[in-house]
């Protein structure tokens, strides 16, 4: 089915959830041509230089401005927990490469899953096809760019075994039991990934990458008094094994059982345009809606984005500094190198609260003349990239988060989020509240959930009035960001910050509780 | 997967050889699906193409249970030397989960009595279509929107996008089943210059089995056009209790809420605020949902559904009282329920009489709901929440258009305000609803 033009993020497998961490740093430096992500599908599937130029060249035969080749394998492994057993295993495997040749803004693309070399020519011929000129030349030979490391592995590592797992899934459900007798389910799931990359381009570039993913997580159904209510929380992202240590059990067991608890109290708020509090941390979905995807440099080349004449302008007050980054340690938007074989960075959308740059994938950095961000990814060899957020947050400012909370009077305060939505050209969005507060006279007071909040991103960032200094990132690993029919796995971050007037599409008109 | 000779194998002969080694190396039972599909992808932008995409892919799904210890992986490597490893190597995953007796294939007898009626799901002329013709269709779609959206146009994509796929299944005792398909849809989305920085996008995508079942193509691109234009000038207005129109083509956005709650997975793992409620009315009398596997042509028709199980039409819904839930094979067994169906098909709401130009001017003042934003539904509560693009009428005269408000309610009082069915159910979707009319919604907006 075609996808509809929409931009979505959703958030793993059910309502609620969310795990916070202090941004990290960079870490680590190394050179894609070492070990060990330097020649897996050379030994693995006899993928050499030659060959790579072969495929650009037949991609180029009918011209086009460049060409690139992006193999792929990928070995995912998901156990669940059910009912006090884990007893399901899922997996896939995905293997093949995709060709895109490039015109201007216009893409040639076919892929295979059959690595032999007549499949490949095919899927190359099928990219050339959109040309009809004379061939353009590639490269002689082949670099490898220079990038960190932001997810370093064992030696070895070859994605996380499945014996490992059912001891960990046996402790969610044993620690989320012993949370209260009020928890009458529990489910759980352990998915993880091990993604192979290598990336050819007519210009000469040749990057491959090993990117491990996935997610733990248990969502828990409580009763009380006939009433039941449902939580679920996730940690995760780009790591391996050694991630998931008792404290990282123990944090997602406590969390989806005190959350789904603490739902037994909460209301939901009255509708309407109120003053709102983002808490610090996966709020931040708040940015990957309302500005990120806004800034994502296809609507904006094809000025089809409500920011695509801001560039430079004041957009904010000038505490708000709004980042795309790629560079964090293990996060789940976190890349040593983008899907068009362009190093991980960190790109400064708002800076001081001036409009400063759009993310770009190849295309729209040659558009506008810039240096591509490392923004170009894509969900898996069967689909060419696109410019995509990686890591999205806005920097701490200097209030007190007692001080933000007070400032807002009557209004409510977001703890947690599902999913969201943005409508790129209007730059409406909306965000699903899962968990939250009430502030009334400036205290945070009852328990809300279930809450879709909307605003319009341009008008949300001038209405940003304060900002606390507790920045936080997401930890989760389930999140992914739709955009096309795509889904890549992100991550966002927020310190706690007041926006002083959202719609709270509550059920009640405004005056009381429901 | 080739045999020794070279000669490529059926899909039939490769189940048959999967279920062979797969038993062979431990296993009590297998499922073996199998799955090719082809798939061309074109698009416009400002008159010429911005993308063209083509590929075919293949896929096998191989399902193994161990004693009551159970595993599926999938693969698109059908050579034997590697399936033979993915293989042991499953069966060897399934051995290490723990025990589980409610995972074993169905009993053989509930794969009886399956439908041998014609769905007529391959359009007999598909392989006929041409790139030229694929490219005719989506220029048409896209000078019919350029056209239709004037002066306001900044932009517009216009796509074609068609598959034939082929599926086989057959597991170690007795189910066997085939399928084919194709799929044609085309449509166009297009932003538009609005006050300010607003640029509203709209969009019209229609597909169906059959290309010759398509509208015109420049009727599909006017209404692209048409939808972006009636996005103009859309603003909040004062939260307000108000009739709405959800308008066919989205209203499943809401309703899906209502009916995901109904599958025995849910039920089982307490986390369906309908589990309680079979027999019981949920809704109002206007509203009845039927699954009909069976239309032809129909984008979800299927003879049986993916745990072998005949394709059968059910009410789910009669006149506001819940029938019947959605019980598949491994959650009958744990409910201790007979099964059913677990997965729908063609969902369908019966039309009612009038259009919804004659339902708008009997209200006095209301809001057709075009478009959604954001929002969830909460399976164990029942409590949605979701926002709305639309459109305010008053005494049957069109006002505004409402943008960035929101409705939220719980499903179990949001369908005893059905009120009324419209006649114009959307058929380019598994989802068959017409307009429905919801009285006193509150719609949150300033």
Known sequence: MKPIPRRTFIRGTALAG??????????????????????YFLGEFGIDETLCSKLLAKALSRGGDFADLYFEYTVSNYLGLEDGKVNQSYGDISLGVGIRTVMGDQIGYGYTQDLTLESMMSAAATAASLC??????????????????????????????AQSKLPVLQQINEKCFSYSPEIIKVTGGFQSNLRRILIATSDGIMAEDIIPGGFLYSSVIAERDGRRERSFYNLGGPRDFSFYTEDVINEIASKSASNAIKLFDAIRPPAGEMPVVLGPGITGILLHEAIGHGMEADFNRKNTS??????????????????????????????????EGTPGKKTVLVENGILTSYIHDRISAKHYGVEPTGNGRRQDFMNYPMPRMRNTYMLGGDATIEDVIK????????????NGQVKIGEGDFAFYVSQGRLIENGKLTAPIKDVNIMGNG??????????ANDLEM??????????????????????????KSLTVGGTEQKGGRS | MTKATGKQMSFPELA????????KAGANDCKVSLSRRRAVEI???DRKPEVIKEATTQGLYLEVFVNNRYAGQSTPDFRTKTLETFITDLVANAGIMEEDPFRTLPEPKYYEGRSQADLQLVDPDYGSLTPEERHSMTKAVENACLSNGGDRVISVEAGEYDESYEEYVKTSNGLEGSSRGTYCNVGASMTAQDEGDRRPAGYNYVGCRYKSDLPPMEEVGAEAARRTLDLMGGKKIATTKIPVILENRGAGRVLNGLVGPMSAGNIQQKRSFLAEKKGMPIGSRFLTVLDDPLIPRGLGSRLYDSDGFPALKRTLISEGVLNEFLVDWYYSRKLGWEPSSGSLSNVIIPPGTRSTGEIIRDLKRCIVVTDYIGGNSNSTTGDFSVGIIGKLYEKGEFVMNVAEMNIADNHMNFWNRLVEVANDPWIYSQSRFPSLVIDDVVVAGI
């Open chain 1, 18 to 39: 969310g795990a916070l961490l202090f941004l990290p740093g960079i870490q680590g430096c190394r050179f894609m041509d070492g070990k060990p992500s330097g020649n």
């Open chain 1, 132 to 161: 009809d000129m004379t061939a353009t030349q590639t490269a002689a030979s082949f670099s490898r760019p220079q990038s960190g490391n932001y997810y370093p592995l064992p030696d070895g590592f070859d994605g996380i075994p």
């Open chain 1, 306 to 339: 409500t920011y695509s004449t801001m560039i430079g302008k004041k957009v904010a007050e000038p505490f708000v500094t709004i980042i795309d980054d790629a560079t964090n340690m293990n996060l789940a938007g976190s890349l040593n190198v983008d899907d």
């Open chain 1, 407 to 418: 400032a807002a009077g009557n209004g409510i305060y977001v703890e947690d989020v599902s």
């Open chain 1, 458 to 467: 341009p008008k949300m960032l001038a209405n940003i009035t304060m900002a």
């Open chain 1, 474 to 499: 997401s930890r989760g690993g389930a999140g992914q960001c739709g955009k096309n029919g795509q889904g890549v796995p992100v991550s966002f971050g927020l310190p706690t910050c007041l926006v």
């Open chain 2, 16 to 23: 048959d050889w999967v279920i062979s080694r797969t038993l």
């Open chain 2, 43 to 45: 698009n416009y932008r």
